[in-house]
């Protein structure tokens, strides 16, 4: 193709080349010093004066696109950390609610026998069976929303099973931290005292 068409045509610039990309068989690393040493003849660059061009090859590609992976990896994880404090909070505020509207029903259920570990097993029970349920949600949802990626913008998505190991532990172990300080306020609260409410 002619330089003039390439520059007109495709990357609408009148005066220079800003960028070209190059596919060889051949040696990688031989090709760049081939082509670094025809620009520094062209651009009358001598000696040790540094180039005013840059060349990329695969190397620093893969290295630019760790980087971003990294970095992307690193951001996603601490949203996610930040997210399940959150939740966790959250999850632990509405269990002191419930233990609070259901102060008669702990309070019966003690005087019919049940002992303060079962009571604080019944609500860590709950509390962690939510969680879960809310891991599987998302994992769903992720699945969902995967394909549908896959579809639109042609974007490959790949699900690991570890992965989804990792969320259903999580979600156990946001379950089990935010029931647990409410689960114990609900088995120590006295029979009498919860029935007269």
């Known amino acids: 193709m002619p330089l003039t068409t390439v520059r007109g045509r495709l990357t609408n610039e009148k005066r220079y080349v800003s960028a070209l990309r190059i596919k060889t068989d051949r040696n990688v690393d031989e090709t760049i010093e081939d082509i670094k040493m025809v620009l520094r003849q062209n651009h009358l660059i001598q ?3 540094p180039d005013d061009f840059t060349i990329r090859g695969s190397k620093e590609v893969l290295q630019f ?5 990294g970095s992307l990896f690193l951001f996603l994880g601490t949203a996610s950390i930040v997210a399940l404090v959150v939740s966790g909070f959250v999850l ?5 609610l419930t233990i609070e509207e259901r102060k008669k029903d702990i309070g019966i259920r003690r005087a019919y026998g049940a002992t303060r570990k079962g009571i604080l097993l019944s609500f860590l029970c709950e509390s962690v069976f939510i969680t879960l349920l809310g891991g599987i949600a ?6 969902i929303l995967g394909g549908t990626f896959e579809k639109l913008f042609n974007i490959p998505m790949k699900f690991s099973f570890k992965v989804v190991v990792f969320a259903m532990i999580f979600s156990f172990l946001t379950g089990l931290l935010s029931g647990l300080k409410p689960a114990l306020r609900a088995s120590r609260i006295e029979p009498i005292e919860a029935i007269r409410g």
């Open 65 to 69: 696109l760790s980087v971003i992976y």
């Open 47 to 49: 000696g040790q004066q």
């Open 92 to 96: 632990a505020n509405l269990f002191y």
């Open 138 to 143: 998302g994992i769903l949802l992720s699945l």
